[in-house]
């Protein structure tokens, strides 16, 4: 028996590019094969616990608007309901991952008795519903942000007491995301910055959030999880600086922290614009470090600077992204989750769906269209055409020489270089006939 919140909606067909109908994917096709592989296995599709059912609909003005009848998620029998809701969703549109916070899923008791009883059982439920449904989890978290407890960090907070209650939130997170199966952990440290330096020990608390990082993974090993531990970066807010930054300062403090083979990034397309890059940005940076793991799918208002965590609708910026992540050899444990809520004004059942419905559906264009570039390979011929001239033996062997003898051959041989044209505006046009 369902809940009757999604009467009146079917379970999601591919249609077909010209389909009409607002509930059907146009292009999100999962055995279609996309360079020898199925799209499914390709996106590895998430539903984000917290933004599709967690969230009541509240802004900093104004409180909920969604009124669903798993709100106030202060028990354990409206936190099943959630459950139930989740699942039903999760037969509609077919995806094959979800992702949770703690705090999404079971009920804040106020300490951490109580709190890990409450997700033992929850997850004890999740897990039967699981079975029943083959949806399986993309990964878990902690959510060591919104109690009070945690408004000046977790790792990172000046009090110990802090620190202890974060080292256990996140062992019973990674033994739930153990008994579920889960394929990654993530970590994104809302709180791990600072409001103001006038009160802040800026290296003690990196100090301690890599040694806290540290314990994580000597966890993770001591219990055999076999998924990739995940740090998710993004510059600011809540934090009015946030430590991980950006995927460039994310590597630097994992390799200051020994944690570079340890540790992986989720990257999340918002956070990436806040921090003043592309999504395509950070995903490169992560990639030529051999770190890329998994991808939080979404949109920022590019007027508003805040986080608006926005479904996906722009076939180019997800098509370059997804480009990027196939040239690395696409996804392994990562996935692509939807951290995008709907907006506050969306209300019904139908809206939850059809943001879904869409964010695939152009995420699917995106990597059609990504694997159409790869497969033409023009982008790559004018990569190695621009970097041809490192090919010669000559160029080779100046890596390997000193700045010294490099001067003595300018001098020699009156080296002149001849400036170049970049193509941008050729190479936009040739992304263009793609997407
Ligand atoms: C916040 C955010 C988080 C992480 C998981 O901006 O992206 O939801 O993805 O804690
Ligand atoms: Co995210």
């Known amino acids: 028996m369902t809940s009757g919140f999604f009467d009146g909606i079917e379970k999601i067909q591919f249609e077909g590019a010209d389909s009409k109908n607002s509930l059907a994917f146009r292009h999100y096709d999962p055995d279609e094969i996309v360079m020898g592989k199925r799209m499914e296995d390709h996106l590895r599709f998430a539903v984000a616990w917290w933004h599709s059912f967690a969230w ?7 409180g909920p608007t969604f009124e669903r009848p798993w709100h106030p998620q202060d028990d354990m029998g409206r936190a099943r309901m959630k459950a139930d809701i989740a699942f039903e969703m999760f037969e509609i549109l077919g ?3 979800f992702c949770w916070h703690d705090a999404d899923i079971r009920p804040e008791q106020g300490n951490f008795a109580e709190n890990l009883k409450t997700l033992e059982e929850i997850t004890d439920y999740i897990a039967e519903r699981m079975q029943l449904s083959g949806t399986r989890l993309l990964w878990g978290t902690a959510n060591m942000f919104s109690h009070r407890r945690w408004m000046a960090g977790a790792s990172t907070n000046p009090d110990p007491d802090v620190f202890a209650f974060a080292a256990a939130t996140v062992k019973s ?10 394929e990654n952990y993530v970590l994104w440290g809302g709180r791990e910055g600072y409001e103001t330096l006038l009160n802040t020990d800026l290296k003690a608390e990196m100090d301690h959030m890599g040694r806290f990082l540290n314990m994580v993974v000597d966890y993770k090993h001591k219990i055999g999880f076999k998924g990739t531990i995940l740090v998710e970066p993004k510059p ?17 403090f994992l390799r200051k922290y020994g944690l570079e083979n340890e540790v992986k990034l989720n990257l999340e397309q918002g956070h990436a614009i806040l921090a003043g890059h592309s999504f395509e940005h950070e995903i490169a940076v992560a990639a030529a470090e051999g770190m890329l793991g998994s991808i939080d799918m979404n949109r920022n208002d590019y007027q508003s600077g805040w986080d608006t965590d926005q479904f996906p609708n722009n076939t180019p910026e997800v098509a370059l992204a997804y480009y990027h992540i196939l040239k690395a050899g696409g996804f392994t444990t990562g996935g692509t989750n939807f951290d995008a809520k709907i907006r506050r004004q969306s209300l019904d059942a139908k809206d939850l769906v059809a943001a879904h419905v869409g964010g695939m559906d152009i995420c699917a264009r995106g990597l059609k269209a990504a694997a159409a570039m790869i497969e ?8 190695q055409e621009r970097y041809s001239g490192w090919d010669t033996p000559q160029a080779a062997s100046m890596l390997d020489s000193s700045l010294d003898e490099i001067a003595a051959r300018v001098l020699q041989e009156d080296i002149n270089p001849k400036p170049r044209s970049g193509r941008q505006e050729i190479l936009e046009n040739y992304v263009n006939r793609f997407v």
Do not use: N
């Open 236 to 252: 600011q807010e809540p934090s009015k600086h946030q430590y991980d930054y950006d995927a460039a300062t994310c590597i630097g």
């Open 173 to 182: 997170c990674l033994d739930a995301t153990q008994k579920l199966g889960g």
């Open 56 to 62: 009541e609909g509240g802004d900093p003005f104004g």
């Open 376 to 383: 033409d390979g023009g982008l790559e011929r004018a990569l």
């Open 95 to 97: 995806q094959p991952f």
